[in-house]
């Protein structure tokens, strides 16, 4: 099993800066990719962004020049740099992670969310 720990969620105002955090620990041989998806109330999850373990990152549009994510392969974990926010940001932010465990299976695994509010 693989556990996935998120933190760095909170209340910040519009233009303001917030950095979220994902651990994974577990069953671990390696981490394929490692992301992060958003949720707004009555919206459906949507992709933020993501990197892979070579260091190719995507994002969406809506984030493109204001959020910046990273990984640490040695810690295995990603961080998502939010700059610039906008009310539009809000969400209950999750992680998730596509991950080779120790018996070679691949799955993914998602964090339980951290709500990022912010105020115009």
């Given amino acids: 099993q693989v556990q996935l720990v998120e933190s760095g969620g909170g209340l910040v105002q519009a233009g303001g ?8 620990s577990g069953s671990i041989f390696s981490i394929n990719a490692m992301g992060w998806y958003r949720q707004a109330p009555g919206k459906q999850r ?8 070579g260091g190719s990152t995507n994002y969406a549009d809506s984030v493109k020049g204001r959020f910046t994510i990273s990984s640490d392969n040695a810690k295995n974990t990603v961080l998502l ?40």
């Fill in 17 to 24: 800066s917030l950095r979220l955090s994902c651990a994974a």
């Fill in 46 to 53: 949507e992709l933020v962004a993501v990197v892979t373990s």
């Fill in 81 to 120: 740099q939010m700059n610039s926010l906008k009310p539009e940001d809000t969400a209950v932010y999750y992680c998730k992670a596509v991950v080779t465990s120790q018996d070679y299976s691949r799955r993914q695994y998602w964090g339980k969310g951290t709500l990022v509010t912010v105020s115009s």
